[in-house]
T-cell receptor, first 114, second 111 residues
């Protein structure tokens, strides 16, 4: 069974540009979570989608947005990139009805903003 | 979501048993305790989950006292490949409202 897949794996952007990151959850998983992990730091919760709806978001500005498609895949969009947006962006999926904590993570998208 | 507190870092020699404790004083009745492992530049990987007493799987054991205000992840006979960051999470069954990882415990295994 395929795990959570993310694309692209690495990308370089300049300040002010926009980026779209993509995530495909494990087949059958309806929930998708997005996290930001700056170098050497912990995971900061960004967004949670379930059944196509945004269920919760972390303390990030509105230029961080996303959506979940009918096939449960998801996109994370970041507008007006800033240097501090450089980080590893991780996507995770889970079965909403399962017990808490069984998040399955992808390998992440490493974003560098110059 | 219950806040968790873990040691920032730990060192251990190869072959030793390692115990990492997590405090979660405000754990709710329906909260589970889950531990993840993360290697550099990779996504975290689920290790073990429990609700009370003791849970054991092929890689670790999780000890939870009766008051559930703390939990201890036990890694038997660690090897160099166990060098990673270990995160403790507390959340309710049926999915998280807002899953947040703390800073975790950086375990360094020494030859």
């Amino acid at each position: 069974e395929a795990g959570v897949t993310q694309s692209p794996t690495h990308l370089i952007k300049t300040r002010g540009q926009q980026v779209t990151l993509r995530c495909s959850p494990i087949s059958g998983h309806t929930s998708v979570y997005w996290y930001q992990q700056a170098l050497g730091l912990g995971l900061q919760f960004l967004l949670w989608y379930d059944e196509g709806e945004e269920r919760n978001r972390g303390n990030f500005p509105p230029r961080f947005s996303g959506r979940q498609f009918p096939n449960y895949s998801s996109e994370l969009n970041v507008n007006a990139l800033e240097l501090e947006d450089s980080a590893l962006y991780l996507c995770a999926s889970s079965l909403q009805v399962r017990t808490a904590g069984e998040l399955f993570f992808g390998e992440g998208s490493r974003l560098t903003v110059l | 979501l219950a806040k968790t507190t873990q040691p920032i870092s730990m060192d251990s020699y190869e072959g030793q048993e390692v115990n990492i404790t997590c405090s979660h004083n405000n754990i709710a009745t329906n909260d589970y305790i889950t531990w993840y492992q993360q290697f550099p530049s990779q996504g975290p990987r689920f290790i073990i989950q429990g609700y009370k007493t003791k849970v054991t799987n092929e890689v670790a054991s999780l000890f939870i006292p009766a008051d559930r205000k703390s939990s201890t992840l036990s890694l038997p006979r660690v090897s160099l490949s166990d060098t990673a960051v270990y995160y403790c999470l507390v959340g309710a069954a049926g999915g998280y409202q807002k899953v947040t990882f703390g800073t975790g415990t950086k375990l360094q295994v020494i030859p």
